[in-house]
C-alpha cells in the first residue's frame, strides 16, 4: 500500500499538469485576424442595421466584446498614423508615422510615409519598405517570439496600410496597385510568394472593371434612408474607366469584396492555420465616401459601401473560420477614427467662418521677424497647418529657439481664424493637459513642424501656392473596438477606451511580448 500511495500523487500531479498544458494550448487562436476599416463610424454602422445580413456587423455586435467608444490617444487623424498606432500601441511621438506625408528637413520636399528607394517594388514601380517606423509592431513580436515560424501578412487597397500593417519582419505586405490594379508589394519583403500571383491572376481586376459596375447591391440599399438629404433621385452606375480606374475603385463600395477574395485566396493557400502556432493577419477595409466626395450630396453611395463592407465581414468570418475551424480565430475589427470633410458653405447658413491663409501669414511673420532680427528667410517652409524654421539661420545668427518661437506664438495668435498656436517648446515642455497631451503624442521631433497652427473650427485653411483648401472641423466620431472569437464572453461596454490597447490586448492573447514601445495595459476580461 505505501508504495501506491507514493506513486498516486507524482502520477495526478502529471495528469493535472497535461490537463493545464493541453487548456493552454487550446486558449491560444491559430489565427489573429486585425481589421482596421479606414473610416468607418458608429453612427452610419448603427443606422443601416436593418438592411444588414445576419454575418457581419450583426453577429458583431451579438457575438463580440464590444467597446463602443473608442478614440485615439493622438489628435491629427490619418490612415496612416492610425494603423501604425494600432500595430505598435504607441503614438506618433514613439512611432514615427505623424501622417501620410511630411516634408523631410534636409530636402524641404514631402516624403510618403513608406517610401524608400533601397528597395524596389514587386509588380509596381513604387519603392517602399517600413524603415520610418521606428518601433516594433505585433507582428515583429509574434515573429520574434515563435522564432519566425508564425506567417504574418498584411493586405490592403493602400499602400501605406498594408507595409504599416505587417511591420519589419512580416512575410509580406499586399496592396493593389493604382496604376495597374496588379496585387503589388515590395522586395524588401523578398519575392512575391507563389499564391499571389495564382490569385492576381484568378482574380484580374483589369478584366472585373471592363465587365462589371458599380449599381445598389440591393433595392433596400437604394430605399432606406438615413441622411436628411432623403432618399436616391436616381440609381447611381459608375463605370471605371481611364487612367484613374483603379485608384477609383479603392475609394468604391466594391474594393472591400475584390481585398475578401485575395485574403480568401491568402488563408486557403499560404499555409495560414496549418499548425499550433499563432498566425498573424492585419487587414484594411474602406469605409469612406466614393472618390472622397461629400455625403450630402452622395448618400446612396455611402448606404451600399456598408451594405457592402457587411457583407465582406461575414464572408471574412465564414473563409477563416472554414479553415481553422470556430473558435480558433481572433478578429478584431475598429476604425481609423476620422471622416472625409465635408463642403458645405457655412455662410450660407449663418454659420462663423473664414478663411485662414497660412502662405500670407507665413510672409507677415517673417517680415516681423526680419524687424527683430535682421535680414533673413527665418520660415523656411510650409507643409500643412505646420511651419518650419531656418535652424541653420538661427545659429549663425545666434539666436535663442525658445525665444524666436516665443514670438511667433505671440504674433500668430493675434491672426484671425488662428484658435491655439503649439511650438516645440510647449510641446516638449509645457505643462500637461489632455488637450496638449494629444497633441505632442501626434508630434515628432524628427519630422513635424516647429510651429503647429490650430485654426478654428469651420475656418477654411488655405495655402494659396499649394492650391491646398481644408475645412477645419474638430467634431468626434464614435467608431468602436470589436474582439469576436476564441474564447470572447460576448458584452458590451461603454466605458472608453484607447485604440493603442489593441496591440497589448492582442499581445496577451497570443503569449507574445507587447511592442517595444508599448506603455498600454492589456484590456481585462480576455483568456490566455
Known sequence: MKRIYYI????????????????????VPKVVVNITID???SDYMNAFLPIYGQDGFKRLLKEGRVYTHAEY???????A???ATIATGTVPYNH???????????????????EDTQYEGNLTG???SPRFLSVSTLGDELKVGTEGKAIVYAISPFRDAAILGAGHAADGAFWINPLTGRWCSTSYYGPLPTW????????DLNNYLDNNEWTPLSELSGNFSYFLSGGMKSPFKYKFKGDHRFAAFATSGLVNEYVTKFVTECVNTSGIGNDNITDYLSITYYAGNYEHQSVSEFPMEMQDTYLRLDKALGSLFQAVESKVGTGNALFVVTSTGYTDNETADLAKYRVPTGTFYINRTSGLLNMYLMALYGQGQYIEAIYGDELYLNHKLLETKQLSMADVL????????QSAGVKDVYTSQRLLLGAWTPGISRIRNSYNPKCSGDILIQVAPGWHLVNEETKEDIMIRDSYFPFPIFFLGANVTAESIDTPVTTDCIAPTLSQVMRIRAPNACTTAALTGFSN
Open 126 to 128: 513604387e519603392k517602399s
Open 196 to 203: 499571389v500571383s495564382i490569385a492576381d491572376r484568378k482574380n
Open 8 to 27: 498516486l500523487p507524482p502520477l495526478i500531479a502529471a495528469m493535472a499538469l497535461a490537463t493545464v498544458e493541453a487548456q493552454e494550448i487550446q486558449s
Open 406 to 413: 516665443e514670438r511667433c506664438q505671440e504674433l500668430l495668435l
Open 73 to 79: 490617444p493622438q489628435s491629427r487623424l490619418n490612415r
Open 39 to 41: 473610416r468607418l463610424r
Open 81 to 83: 498614423a492610425c494603423v
Open 96 to 114: 514615427g508615422i505623424v501622417n501620410d506625408t511630411w516634408l523631410d528637413r534636409k530636402t524641404l520636399r514631402p516624403v510618403f510615409c513608406v
